[in-house]
């Protein structure tokens, strides 16, 4: 079984910005996590750094330094298009959608560029957005319609560029779509649905086609936030014929009220809000006995809860995967357990599993580590120690 770490957890806004990184973070995290052997690395390459790898020269380049510092990029995280480390991301990472060309001919170049980078023999993997963030609520029935149709038509051509290059190369490049909180797609339902209606609607050669090329990308953080147990999740996606081809480690905030005195409460309030942070989108959802709310940002939860909070909450904040709890706080570890169990249940091949906790430089300061590369090494260590106790 093939773990690495997600590279989106660096600036990556050029070439050289990438190489930078790696050099100063991942050989670091790799003495410490796998000395002896190559370390699996989920590159994150934005638009700009995917045209300049778009140079044949310069990715044949590339490939042979990932291969002389014993970094293995088996799979690459295409759902941020632009700048992941700017001041204020939130729903810049859901641009462009795909209904637009622009996602398209970005999915399309990384797909050359992991041709490229990967060794002979190997295939490889790229996670990609849940088609976008929803269309305004007024928008009308058909321009809805019209999107989902555009989201399918480049789905399709990407495979068929999946597929010459599967021909070519003898590889299999696959693309994993991750649902996410509050997006387009953002349950296995929805995931479920949307391939037998729109996908899987061909031929029996072309929705093979799809089949072979596109599945999904189970982020764990995301599917506990949405109260999916992750047996359900895993079994369905296997039922539907859906290959799960990449497997996001990572873990999300949770904190239950209803089992809290009013003195802890308070507590919990004014820990959860060192969450509530300016860079990235955190939905949370409230679960009660009589009710699930979605609230698009945790600012928005705290505020509509005021001083008497209910319920079970779940935040989509990518916290350590070795933390089970920090003082009130509490996480969603224990799913981590439970998505490797129906993994080995329910799917007839090994997805690829990648630590994704993109949120370190914004964590509050009693979830830091001492440095990044120990932070990273150690979640890697813990998830090596897990696979092996269940094995």
Not at 16 to 43: A, H, R, T
Not at 132 to 143: D, I, M, N, Q
């Amino acid at each position: 079984m093939k773990i690495g770490y997600c590279g989106n957890v660096h600036p990556g806004r050029t070439l050289e910005e990438v190489k930078q990184n790696l050099v100063k973070y991942s050989l670091d995290v790799k003495s410490k996590f796998s000395p002896s052997e190559p370390l699996g690395i989920g590159l994150w390459l934005s638009a700009t750094t995917a045209n300049e790898l778009d140079n044949p020269e310069t990715c044949l380049r590339f490939r042979d330094w990932l291969q002389e510092h014993e970094l293995l990029p088996y799979t690459l995280n295409g759902f941020p298009y632009g700048d992941f480390h700017q001041e204020v991301v939130k729903h810049d990472v859901y641009l462009p959608t795909w209904a637009e060309t622009e996602r398209l001919q970005y999915t399309n170049q990384l797909a050359n560029i992991l041709d490229v980078l990967l060794p002979a023999g190997h295939n490889g993997t790229i996670s990609t957005l849940p088609l976008g963030w929803p269309l305004p609520p007024e928008t009308p029935s058909p321009l809805l319609a019209d999107f989902f149709k555009d989201c399918a038509f480049n789905i399709k051509k990407c495979a068929e560029h999946l597929d010459r290059i599967a021909q070519v190369a003898g590889r299999n490049l696959f693309i994993c779509i991750e649902p996410e909180p509050g997006c387009v797609l953002d349950t296995c339902e929805d995931v479920i649905q949307f391939f037998e209606d729109f996908l899987f609607n061909e031929n029996q050669a072309k929705s093979e086609i799809i089949r072979s090329h596109f599945g999904v990308c189970h982020d764990i953080c995301h599917s506990a936030v949405m109260f999916e147990t992750q047996t359900k999740a895993i079994e369905q996606y296997c039922n539907a014929n859906i290959r799960v081809g990449k497997v996001q480690v990572s873990s999300a905030v949770e904190v239950n009220f209803d089992e809290s005195t009013a003195t802890q409460k308070q507590e919990m309030i004014e820990q959860l809000t060192r969450f509530a942070e300016p860079k990235y989108l955190h939905q949370t959802v409230i679960r009660t006995d009589t009710e699930t709310t979605f609230f698009e940002d945790l600012a928005d939860a705290l505020h509509a809860a005021g001083t008497d909070p209910q319920g079970c909450w779940r935040v989509h904040f990518h916290v350590p995967i070795f933390t089970e709890t920090v003082d009130q706080i509490g996480t969603t570890q224990f799913d981590i357990a439970n998505c490797l169990d129906s993994i080995q249940s329910f799917c007839p091949e090994e997805p690829h599993f990648e630590v994704e906790t993109y949120a370190w430089n914004v964590l509050p300061a009693e979830m830091q580590s001492p440095t990044l590369a120990e932070g990273i090494a150690q979640e890697l260590t813990w998830l090596d120690d897990l696979i092996h106790s269940r094995s």
